[in-house]
């Protein structure tokens, strides 16, 4: 089971960016499935996106929620065991925890992930 770390949350005001990092150990980065999950408060945890194993631009290699679509972008570099996520144009209402999530199966990994960081906390203001 891969032991998941995220970086990269803070503060930033709507129209900002931020670029979330997570770094995975534990010899599974190489064939996990990798994505992000989502909780706000006073909500349920939501997916945002994910990322294949080979990751990068081809079609079907990445996945996004409704929600953030067109304004992040998930990608990897397998060589640093690192997942990031590149958040655009935040908005208020994208505040909350965001899990580092991995599971060796990209179909599970939507939905019930095996792995999850701690969460780093974002905050866009208005």
């Known amino acids: 089971q891969a032991q998941l770390v995220e970086s990269g949350g803070g503060f930033v005001q709507a129209g900002g960016s931020l670029r979330l990092a997570c770094v995975a150990s534990?010899?599974?980065?190489?064939?996990?499935?990798m994505g992000w999950f989502r909780q706000a408060p006073g909500k349920e945890r939501e997916f945002v996106a994910a990322?294949?194993?080979?990751?990068?631009?081809?079609?079907?290699?990445?996945k996004y929620g409704d929600s953030v679509k067109g304004r992040f972008t998930i990608s990897r570099d397998n060589a640093k065991s690192t997942v990031y996520l590149q958040m655009n144009s935040l908005k208020p209402e994208d505040t909350g925890v965001y899990y580092c999530?991995?599971?060796?199966?990209?179909?599970?990994?939507?939905?019930?992930?095996?792995?999850w960081g701690p969460g780093t906390r974002v905050t866009v203001s208005a």
């Open positions: 999530v991995a599971d060796p199966n990209p179909l599970i990994l939507l939905t019930t992930p095996r792995s």
């Open positions: 990322v294949s194993l080979t990751g990068g631009s081809k079609p079907g290699s990445s």
């Open positions: 534990g010899n599974t980065f190489s064939s996990d499935a």
